[in-house]
């Protein structure tokens, strides 16, 4: 069990990383010593943030695995093990139901046919928004609410189809101002509060805690916005990651309401 810290997941990124899934973009190469360098700047400045990091044990078959958050989904002490839609990246899901368990977590598993990707769920508060994607078909969603819909959570659907996933598109400010890139957010009249970032790679926060906020290092007008809304930006460079899809939030899976958190 854990502390009073809340805890990151993280999960190293693995040999065959630069073979990891492209859909939306050109597929450049992947420099996998500088990889492991970004990664471990994300992860130091989750700790330096006071996150407890807990690393899922690696799966080096698995080129995508370190894109953790595509892999569960955590709401109150229920964590929700993804089936996720992409058939390469379904062995990744063994260890981290492992490690969500022995964090103290009930556990709940999608079933087939259903499929759900961790980066298609977006939690503001008790609302969860969950894109209906190329990854997250509509029994997953189903599945999903059965799951979450008795926790109190409201589930509310959101067609996708400009980006690999919601979080691609949309997360969310500390006070829950939904932020998002014109070009990808599709229609921003589903959140009731909305506000347009510079940039595509700005629209992804990590929530570090009060009003610190880990964005991409590639999203310096964005950040500059986020500063003069009173927020305090830690920018991180994910450049290698960005080549595969990856966003900050996919990175990690944040622990916040665990037993004893
Ligand atoms: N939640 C996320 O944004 N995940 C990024 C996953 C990228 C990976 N290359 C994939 O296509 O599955």
Known sequence: MTGSRPTALV??????????????????????AAALRQWQGYVAALELHGWEIREVPSADDCPDAVFVE??????????????????????ETEAVEETVAALGCAV??????????????LKVGDT???GRSGRTNSEGIRQLRAVFGPLGATVVPVPLDRVLHLKSAVTALPDGTVVGHRATVGDSGLYPRF???????????VLLGGNAVLLAASAPRTAELYADL???????????FEKLEG???CLSV????????
């Open 128 to 130: 969860v928004y969950v």
């Open 195 to 205: 506000l347009p970032v510079p940039e595509e790679s700005g629209a992804h926060v």
């Open 230 to 240: 009173g927020y305090t930006p830690v920018p991180v460079d994910i450049g290698e």
């Open 11 to 32: 999960r190293r990124p693995g040999p065959r990383l630069a073979e990891g899934l492209v859909t939306h973009i050109e597929r450049s190469s992947v420099d996998p």
């Open 70 to 91: 595509d892999t569960v989904v955590v709401h109150r002490n229920v964590a929700l093990i993804t089936r996720p839609g992409a058939a390469s990246r379904r062995p």
């Open 247 to 249: 966003c900050v939030t």
């Open 108 to 121: 709940a598993r999608v079933r087939e046919p259903g499929t759900l990707d961790g980066g298609d769920v």
């Open 254 to 261: 944040r622990l916040r309401e665990l037993p004893g958190v």
